[in-house]
């Protein structure tokens, strides 16, 4: 059994059998929690006035698999004590799992939907203002789940998502880390739409990735080509490249 495997068994062991439509976001939210801090006993440890997820050697590790920007609060009481990580999950693969009115799996289906380091920068931007700042770090997990819903007549309810493996994990702490995002093969100087299609995403989302870039001293605008800015790296992440 891989290290995932045997974490996500002892998030369901600490969950206990409360069966599905109870657990909410608690099966992958436990599951990153003991993935990066294993030992219970630093779990739920109040800093600042909020409780941490979890406290280690290393830090706070803060499990988010909503809304980052929830996050501020918190993040203005942890970072003057101690490193953040914020940890979230990144949805590469999913399976819509549905369940009958007994609790009983009644067909499963792999979702056309994705998500990418990219797609995620709609979140991530929402903490621009601490990306940079000393102690703190994004954390991306690339994972494949399981997401059980349960259809009546009114509504389509979602009972929970299980997470059935880690891909890969992306660390996102300094302007390089960000940098090494943008593909090496695209040519300067590129737009919006340049950009997307490279990488597969929405051009909303791009559009972001792209300030965030140009905030943090990566990308300068170059010029204009139709009602598109033109984008270029800067010569300082030449250099550092």
């Known amino acids: 059994m891989d290290r995932f495997a045997a974490t996500r068994e002892a998030a369901e062991r600490d969950l206990g059998c409360r069966g599905i439509g109870t657990l909410g976001e608690k099966t992958l939210h436990l599951t990153l929690k003991y993935y990066f801090a294993p030992d219970a006993d630093s779990h739920e440890q109040t800093v600042g006035g909020f409780i941490a997820d979890a406290v280690t050697e290393e830090g706070i590790y803060e499990i988010q698999t909503r809304a980052l920007s929830r996050l501020k609060p918190k993040l203005d009481a942890f970072l003057p004590c101690c490193p953040v990580t914020v940890v979230h999950p990144v949805v590469t693969e999913k399976y819509l799992c549905r369940v009958d009115e007994n609790g009983e799996l009644n067909g499963r289906r792999r979702s056309p939907k994705h998500e990418s380091a990219y797609t995620a920068m709609r ?76 990488v597969q995403a929405p051009e909303m989302q791009t559009r972001l990735f792209i300030s965030l870039l140009v905030r943090l001293g990566i990308l300068e605008e170059c010029g204009r080509t139709g009602r598109y800015k033109q984008w270029r790296r800067t010569v300082s992440d030449s250099i550092r490249g």
């Open 123 to 198: 979140e991530i931007y929402t903490l621009r203002d601490y990306i940079g700042r000393a102690g703190f770090r994004i954390c991306l997990c690339m994972v494949s789940l399981d997401e059980y819903v349960k259809r009546d007549r009114a509504k389509r309810t979602k009972l929970d998502r299980v997470p059935t493996a880690l891909h890969e994990i992306v660390m996102l702490e300094s302007p390089a880390d960000y940098a090494a995002l943008l593909p090496d093969a695209i040519p300067e100087p590129f737009t919006v739409p340049d950009i997307a299609a490279a």
